[in-house]
């Protein structure tokens, strides 16, 4: 329906039809939450099986090595090696450490800050800057705040993001020294970024030497169906184009097999690895090598984590469904005051009603005993200038719970822009 | 035997015998190491159990927590209860992380360093000093080096430090914002701190008011036989003093359970532990909790942490005595050029050689196939003036080797100190 073309008593009657199904959820006491990106219970039990795995006579490790003592700063080479496959890099650009990739992002901002990079000034003092793809992940834009570096909001695009800004910004500030990006089915739109995008911030020429990109692969193995996203190879792509120590990768199985108990990567080139190996050897003498053990005796090879892949795919994707169809069915298409995306993977549907109602939506949704993360929560310091877009994270909710979610977000979406026409 | 009153002919005579049982074990090809306080596999063993007592129905919290998924920044409450009580703190003092404790203190250290603590000045750019127990261990003095704060040696006495130097030290600088404490069976020397000494420290007067304790408890629960020391509660102590925020307390069951994969502890005043969750919530999510599940169920209690370290004790204890023997054997208990420690917990035996021996001493080992922690190693920049510590670590060895490794200790002993009494 466009609604933008109705008369008043339309849209008042159409309101008023609203506003009755509102009153009616309401009365329901619903306790739902699409707040969060967290796998559910049944995606938890799907790694279960690791821990029929070991048991008081497993060997963790070989004839020479011990993975149980201290040592091995890098990982356990044999996990690395699965992981350094899935993510396109060699073993020796490759470390394994504890369950967060996000505690690795902020390892990798700290001692940047401290000390620099490569032997670059540290960043501490400098008044930087990084460039903060935006709608993009809370989590990316606190490490900044806490910092108090300066935050670039770019916009995205369907490409991933817009890139004739982002080579405009790097090539004139050298205060600029990083970008954040999820590039496989971005937090929260599921993007990927064309190979265009990749390659361009591949080679782009930064002011600054020490420019790092923070390419977080959280999603990279998360397709929702055998359509996958094809990503180009970032750290070739900068090897190829003379910027060799350019990006910083993430990734972590904290969706792959547990959310709390999984293991972090942190791919980039060998000098790069080099450096951040030296530094963290002040800091810790190895990660939980019985925990990557424990993943490597679960999948033993790359395949065997995609196949595990498919499994999460299965659960995932009738939610991603059930919530897509109630949409399409409510407002078609081609709305005039609501799109959303149909990513083909990762663990969010962005929507974006029309502008200045996303905070009222939420609050409405509220009432109806719907949690969704705070209006503008995905952009830095909290601010959605144009207060449209709204994070629906369907993981961690029933079939059942998802559909009534989309009902009641329907409905308050409905309210917000029909008040606000009513309004203009 | 009294060295120092020999003439230079019986020394000669003595040195000729000690070349000879040198050269015998030169020709053995012996392939030794007591150069790390690392458990031994029969130690590791000891805990093998909990993977016995989980497997793909283990159910990883309780009815209203899934500690599989994301949430719960300060552990597993279950596990920190029982921590809790073995370090005599209360519930909200303590949290647990990953498996280093170290990463805990160079975390604590680095967050000091960008924003300071408790809304002080941040340390990076202030030129600050820690004042280094000495001898003592090297990672700790290897975080001061990173960050580059300045080392105050102090020496360690029989009561732990020598607080008088302390208290002049800390009185007049505030520039100095820090000391590192090893209370209990002291790393290399084995020596707990005094009442008097924890005491002193708790409420001694700081020229800098954001001074802090870093109270390394290693190996609180670590002791070699029933005789345990007893060790005041220094958080309780500060309390009672008016510096209530004065120490930072650190613990791992790295040498309780694995030294790859266990838990470690933070514990501090309710102010100091809510700073560090919230500087934390910037940098992680959780810590891994699935870990730290498998800990509380294979324990249960306190008193279960406190069973199973006897079996550890009935591992080392041997070890500790092999040597001791041995060197008792040897020097006596009055001789005039070696002197060591006979610990009741920890993981060292420290002997101290003639001043100008000690490197001459490792060397020879070296000869022999023995490898001993480098001289110097213990010492704020590797630096023993007096050339004279030796740290032994046990633990590692087997039997038969801790007692070939003394003998050789011995023999090398012996040939440097004939050596340079003949030279001065």
Same mark, same amino acid.
């Given at each position: 329906?466009?609604?933008k073309?109705?008369?008043?008593?339309?849209?008042?009657?159409?309101?008023?039809?609203?506003?009755?199904?509102?009153n009616?959820?309401?009365?329901?006491?619903?306790?739902?939450?699409?707040?969060?990106?967290?796998p559910?219970?049944?995606?938890?039990?799907?790694?279960?099986? %690791?821990? #029929?795995? !070991?048991?008081?006579?497993?060997? $963790? =490790?070989?004839?020479?090595?011990d993975?149980? &003592?201290?040592?091995? *700063?890098?990982g356990?080479?044999?996990?690395?090696?699965?992981?350094?496959?899935?993510?396109?890099?060699?073993?020796?650009?490759?470390?394994s450490?504890?369950?967060?990739?996000?505690?690795? %992002?902020? #390892?990798a !901002?700290q001692?940047?800050?401290? $000390? =620099?990079?490569?032997?670059?000034?540290?960043? &501490?003092?400098?008044? *930087?800057?990084f460039i903060?793809?935006?709608?993009?992940?809370?989590?990316?834009?606190?490490?900044?705040?806490?910092?108090?570096?300066?935050?670039?909001?770019v916009?995205?695009?369907?490409?991933?993001? #817009?890139?004739?800004?982002?080579?405009?910004?790097?090539s004139?500030?050298?205060?600029?020294k990083?970008?954040?990006?999820?590039?496989?089915?971005?937090?929260?739109?599921?993007?990927?970024?064309?190979?265009?995008?990749?390659?361009r911030?591949?080679?782009?020429?930064?002011?600054?030497?020490?420019?790092?990109?923070?390419?977080?692969?959280?999603?990279?193995i998360?397709?929702?169906?055998g359509?996958?996203?094809?990503?180009?190879?970032?750290l070739?792509?900068c090897?190829?184009?003379?910027?060799?120590?350019?990006?910083?990768?993430?990734?972590?199985?904290?969706k792959?097999?547990?959310?709390?108990?999984?293991?972090?990567?942190?791919?980039?080139?060998?000098?790069?690895?080099?450096?951040?190996?030296?530094?963290?050897?002040a800091?810790?003498?190895?990660?939980?090598?019985m925990s990557?053990?424990?993943h490597?005796?679960?999948?033993?090879?790359?395949?065997?984590?995609?196949e595990?892949?498919?499994?999460?795919?299965?659960?995932l994707?009738?939610?991603f469904?059930?919530f897509?169809?109630?949409f399409?069915?409510?407002?078609?298409?081609?709305s005039?005051?609501?799109?959303?995306?149909?990513?083909?993977?990762?663990?969010?549907i962005?929507?974006?009603?029309?502008?200045g109602?996303?905070?009222?939506?939420?609050d409405?949704?509220?009432?109806?005993?719907?949690?969704?993360?705070?209006?503008?929560?995905?952009?830095?310091?909290?601010?959605?200038?144009?207060?449209?877009?709204?994070?629906?994270?369907?993981?961690?909710?029933?079939l059942?719970?998802?559909?009534?979610?989309?009902?009641?977000?329907?409905?308050?979406?409905?309210?917000?822009?029909l008040?606000?026409?009513?309004?203009?």
């Amino acid at each position: 329906m466009q609604y933008k073309q109705l008369q008043n008593n339309e849209l008042s009657a159409l309101l008023a039809g609203e506003m009755k199904k509102f009153n009616e959820f309401k009365e329901k006491g619903f306790k739902l939450d699409l707040t969060r990106g967290k796998p559910c219970k049944e995606q938890l039990d799907l790694s279960m099986g %690791m821990f #029929d795995i !070991v048991n008081s006579k497993t060997v $963790f =490790g070989d004839d020479k090595n011990d993975y149980r &003592n201290y040592g091995f *700063i890098k990982g356990v080479p044999e996990l690395n090696r699965i992981f350094a496959k899935l993510l396109g890099v060699d073993e020796e650009e490759i470390i394994s450490a504890n369950s967060s990739s996000l505690c690795m %992002m902020y #390892d990798a !901002v700290q001692r940047a800050m401290q $000390f =620099g990079v490569l032997g670059s000034k540290p960043w &501490n003092g400098q008044g *930087i800057k990084f460039i903060c793809p935006s709608p993009g992940y809370d989590r990316h834009f606190r490490i900044c705040e806490t910092f108090g570096i300066e935050m670039i909001a770019v916009p995205m695009t369907d490409n991933g993001i #817009d890139m004739d800004l982002v080579e405009e910004l790097v090539s004139k500030d050298d205060k600029i020294k990083g970008i954040w990006c999820v590039p496989k089915y971005s937090n929260p739109d599921g993007i990927t970024y064309s190979d265009e995008t990749v390659k361009r911030l591949a080679k782009m020429k930064t002011a600054a030497s020490d420019f790092r990109i923070f390419w977080d692969q959280a999603y990279f193995i998360h397709s929702l169906s055998g359509d996958d996203d094809k990503l180009l190879n970032i750290l070739d792509l900068c090897n190829e184009a003379g910027n060799p120590n350019r990006v910083y990768i993430f990734a972590s199985t904290s969706k792959i097999t547990f959310a709390s108990g999984g293991v972090a990567f942190f791919a980039s080139s060998e000098n790069n690895i080099a450096e951040a190996v030296k530094r963290m050897g002040a800091q810790t003498i190895n990660p939980n090598k019985m925990s990557q053990w424990m993943h490597y005796e679960f999948f033993k090879t790359a395949e065997g984590v995609l196949e595990h892949m498919k499994k999460h795919a299965a659960i995932l994707k009738p939610k991603f469904d059930a919530f897509l169809t109630i949409f399409k069915n409510a407002f078609q298409t081609d709305s005039d005051v609501v799109r959303w995306t149909r990513p083909k993977g990762g663990y969010f549907i962005s929507v974006y009603v029309l502008e200045g109602c996303a905070a009222k939506v939420i609050d409405l949704c509220k009432e109806c005993g719907l949690s969704l993360t705070p209006a503008g929560a995905t952009y830095p310091m909290g601010i959605d200038d144009s207060d449209s877009n709204i994070r629906i994270a369907p993981s961690c909710c029933s079939l059942e719970e998802i559909s009534i979610s989309a009902e009641i977000l329907v409905c308050c979406i409905r309210i917000a822009v029909l008040e606000k026409l009513m309004e203009d």
